[in-house]
């Protein structure tokens, strides 16, 4: 058949065919969400393409897996259904970022900016998006598309979805929208309140400076990028990490034997890896003086004795009306432990901040602690001392990654040895 010069093809009764980006069949009308198989096809071809872990992730969550939201959300099928479908996708991600199974899905939910992959969640946002639509459609100034929403077998299928979600039906547009919004909020939370993948949750979320390298592909490099991640979600395979699927494994520390085998123990504590230790403090120092030296005299590692104590603060910043004490500390990210760190630093060098204002005659000085994470946290107070001391955020995220790179590499010579 042809209709104004187009050909019509034909179709059997349950033939499927795509309109306006809907699966429908001719007998059955729109055909409920997609095949799990063809989701499952799609991310098993993204592995095998030859370019980089997070760039595969990027195709993914950009470009490929938003095609099946448009079915979806016309006609979402059953939770289970839009369940086993992030199921299937959450694994995929696992297995293109070679990341343990263990590894919890509120950190693969959590959006970048907060410290997690930003994974789009199918079966709360495709209901949502569902039920946004209807309410828009049950207010159209269309009396048809009124009619057409407002009918007993509607209100019952799109019950079902605010059920769901906790919503009451009808809802309005402000209360789909609050309730997206606290299911976005909700997944940091889940994901803070594990007792080990949600170590330092909070301190990730305050700068989203230092989650860049889960959106730029350019700032590590693929094994690099995998490393990161398991230390973000405290999934790297030390022996108290070992211990809690094996039994049998003992926890105390392979190297020095003295305590458990922490990722903090590792990172900041044991003896064997104190110079890669030094070496990350001291870069981070180096930058901060460069920058500094710009507008400022500075002192490096003065020792000033203060009640017959001898303390050698990293750099001493004068000018004509200030003296800065500057010193600079990186701490595992678990509960208080950065805001700790800083209290540390205020009550060491307090009193010798007083000392130098005297001896240079300055109107001003301070205690500035600048404390990082061991996976490149940048907390509040330190952004907002970095912002007084006019050091620019490129140079906010170059701190953040020396950090976390050289944990890395802590991390991995450790294992090696």
Not at 141 to 148: A, Q
Not at 287 to 302: G, I
Request: proline share 5%; aromatic share 6%.
């Amino acid at each position: 058949m042809v209709v104004g010069g187009i050909p019509i093809s034909y179709r059997q009764p349950d033939e499927a065919f795509k309109y306006l980006g809907a699966s429908a069949t001719p007998w059955r009308g729109l055909i409920e969400g997609v095949e799990l198989n063809t989701i499952q096809d799609l991310i098993d071809r993204v592995k095998t393409l030859p370019i980089k872990p997070m760039q595969k992730l990027t195709l993914l969550r950009t470009y490929l897996l938003p095609r099946f939201t448009y079915g979806l959300v016309t006609c979402p099928p059953p939770k289970e259904t839009l369940r086993n479908i992030d199921s299937t996708i959450r694994s995929g991600v696992k297995r293109i970022l070679h990341l343990h199974e263990s590894t919890n899905s509120a950190f693969m939910y959590t959006p970048r900016k907060q410290g997690g992959l930003g994974l789009l969640e199918t079966y709360p946002m495709v209901y949502l998006a569902a039920l946004r639509n209807e309410t828009k459609a049950a207010n159209s100034d269309d009396i048809i598309v009124r009619s057409t929403i407002l009918n007993e077998r509607s209100s019952k299928t799109y019950g079902t979805y605010a059920a769901a979600l906790r919503l009451p039906w009808p809802a309005t547009s402000e209360q789909i929208e609050e309730r997206k919004r606290q299911i976005k909020q909700g997944y940091k939370r889940e994901w803070s309140q594990l007792i080990a993948q949600g170590q330092g949750v909070e301190d990730f979320a305050q700068e989203p400076l230092c989650n860049a390298w889960l959106s730029r592909s350019d700032l590590l490099r693929s094994s690099r990028l995998i490393d990161a991640i398991k230390l973000r979600t405290n999934t790297y395979p030390t022996r108290t990490i070992m211990r809690r699927a094996h039994d049998e494994v003992s926890p105390i520390c392979r190297a020095c034997g003295s305590a458990d085998e922490t990722l903090g123990h590792v990172l900041g504590q044991c003896v064997t890896t104190k110079a890669k230790r030094i070496k990350r403090h001291n870069e981070i120092v180096d930058l901060l003086k460069d920058r500094l030296a710009a507008t400022n005299r500075v002192l490096v590692e003065p020792t000033v004795e203060y009640n017959g104590e001898r303390l050698k603060p990293d750099l001493v910043i004068t000018n004509e009306e200030r003296v800065i004490v500057l010193d600079v500390t990186v701490r595992y990210e678990n509960k208080s432990f950065l805001i700790e760190a800083a209290k540390e630093k205020v009550d060491k060098y307090s009193d010798i901040a007083n000392k130098l204002k005297r001896s240079f005659n300055a109107s001003q000085a301070r205690v500035v602690p600048i404390v990082v994470g061991f996976r490149g946290a940048l907390p509040a107070a330190t952004v907002a001392e970095l912002k007084q001391l006019n050091i620019n955020k490129a140079d906010w995220l170059t701190i953040s990654l020396i950090a976390l790179r050289s944990s890395i590499e802590i991390a991995n010579a450790f294992m090696d040895s």
